[in-house]
């Protein structure tokens, strides 16, 4: 009996390990480096753990807590309200609809696949945060903020990949 | 039977959910649009929602934070080490040239004192300020905000100057219990009335997410050029005038931009400050000081 409780909670914990990656991401991306012109480029960490646990795991990390999870982002940030929310169910949608094909590819092609998504993403931000200032803000940042999100991808993913096989796979 | 029977309503379940999944991602892409709109009408009450979100996790920031500025303060005291001679003879020469500076200062500000003497100045109100670390700049490429490790319990108001050891940084946008947040002058969204110095130019410091804010409202034929100070003006009562932002750093047919005295990446530490200014926010609910004439109206029996 107690045997059974204790695996249940043990595999609560297991199944909590994508959302906590993806919150301390979040907060990671918030920290000041104190490095000149870096906070305007930071990468968006959360976009690419969103993106891989869409893939790997979309039932621990549903649509809904990735609207919540872009909201709470907005909330924190100062961003407009809904800009965060709408990219990420966006970008949820997306992966969803290609998922079989990201599982099967190799790491080249999940990386591809991951730029065009990151770009598309940036765009969407850029749109919903001109339209909502009602001004056109500069695209340089969004764009060096798009590339530098992209290249770093691989080790974020290795990161995710490490996680998943460590808190997810075993059980 | 029964299995056949399971098997119908399989088949009748499938095209159900996919119906149900697909409206699913149609009402949260809506939701988030309905935020959107929310966000833009009702600012008052998603302010206060940040407030209390940023409070709770501020803690957190704060234990982030931490290790991540003193690894940059240690490799800024590696760098200081070597470059240690320079610097050193440096410090001399500006020494020197300060020096100066300070006898002029004192003459000045006797003279200043006895002045203001003679014509019965009303002296500015006293300020008081309270000193916050910065535990995140939050917003990435288009916000400019940072959140501080101050709040209203210790006596933080919206619309405070925020100052860092050279100049204006920005000033206080959103206040919770033990955080707040401050809009940078660099912000899309940040105004700050001021004076181009040589020329007493008045003007109205925009930001556009750049690294150099704009001079907006500038007189057509406004004598500015490259290397004029640029300090605040204290029109509209929030910040009292004279208080250094920064030096012109292009002036031409794209406008005039400001070089920040502070360089607003790299910020520490900041200092809020209450003049004890009456002035009111764009954007503030009602009227911060009611017209003269209406309060006097109500007083009468």
């Known amino acids: 009996m107690m045997g059974g409780f204790w695996h249940k909670l043990d ?11 993806v919150l301390v991401l979040m907060l990671v991306g918030m920290v000041p480096l104190h490095l000149p012109g870096w906070g305007p480029v930071a990468p968006q960490l959360v976009l690419m ?4 646990w869409a893939i790997h795991r979309p039932d621990l990390v549903r649509p809904s807590l990735a609207f919540l999870i872009g909201l709470l982002q907005d909330l924190l940030t100062g961003m407009p309200l809904g800009v965060n929310p709408l990219v990420y169910v966006l970008v949820y949608l997306v992966v969803l609809s290609q998922r079989r094909f990201f599982l099967i590819g190799s790491f080249g092609m999940l990386w591809l696949g991951f730029a065009l998504i990151a770009a598309g993403a940036s765009a969407v931000y850029w749109i919903a945060v001109c339209v909502l200032n009602m001004s056109l803000v500069q695209a340089g940042p969004a764009a060096a903020q798009a590339i530098l999100t992209i290249a770093l991808f ?7 990949m490490r996680l998943h096989r460590a808190f997810l796979l075993e059980a | 039977m029964k299995s056949r029977a399971n098997g119908s309503v399989l088949r009748l379940a499938a095209p159900l959910r996919a119906f ?7 009402l949260l892409l809506m939701a988030a649009v309905g935020l959107m709109m929310v966000g833009k009408a009702d600012t008052v009450v998603v302010e206060g929602v940040r407030a209390r979100i940023v409070d709770a996790f501020t803690p957190i920031l704060g234990a982030f934070s931490a290790p991540a500025a003193s690894a940059a303060r240690m490799i800024e005291a590696a760098d200081e080490l070597v470059r240690l001679h320079a610097e050193n003879d440096r410090l001399r020469r500006e020494n020197e040239l300060l020096t100066q500076w300070q006898q002029a200062a004192l003459r000045l ?3 200043n004192r006895s002045l203001r003497g003679l014509l019965n100045v009303q002296a500015d109100p006293q300020a008081s300020f309270v ?14 905000s940072l959140i501080v490790t101050a709040g209203r319990r210790d006596g933080v108001k919206r619309g405070q100057a925020a100052l860092s050891g050279h100049g204006v940084v920005g000033r206080v946008v959103e206040v919770g ?10 912000d899309l969204n940040a105004r700050l009335p001021v004076v181009v110095e040589p020329s007493r130019t008045r003007a109205v410091l925009g930001g556009d997410n750049a690294d150099q804010p704009r001079l907006l409202y500038l007189p057509p034929e406004a004598p500015v050029s490259v290397g004029d100070r640029v300090v605040t003006s204290g029109h509209g009562g929030l910040m009292p005038a004279g208080l250094p932002v920064g030096v012109v750093s292009y002036a031409g047919e794209r406008g005039v931009r400001i070089q920040p005295f502070e360089d607003l990446g790299r910020i520490e530490h900041v200092q809020l400050v209450d003049f ?13 000081v009611e017209p003269a004439e209406k309060v006097g109206m109500g007083r009468q029996p």
Do not use: K
């Open chain 2, 20 to 26: 149900a999944h697909r409206f699913s991602f149609a």
């Open chain 1, 49 to 52: 753990a969103l993106f891989y």
């Open chain 2, 177 to 186: 219990e033990w955080s707040s947040r401050i809009l940078l002058i660099t």
């Open chain 1, 11 to 21: 595999q609560a914990g297991r199944n909590v390990a994508p959302l906590s990656t």
């Open chain 2, 131 to 144: 000193t916050a670390r910065v535990v995140a700049d939050a917003g990435g490429a288009y916000v400019r």
């Open chain 1, 154 to 160: 691989p080790i974020f993913s290795w990161i995710f």
């Open chain 2, 276 to 288: 004890g200014g009456t002035g009111s926010l764009v954007g503030d609910t009602g009227p911060a």
């Open chain 2, 109 to 111: 500000e006797a003279e």
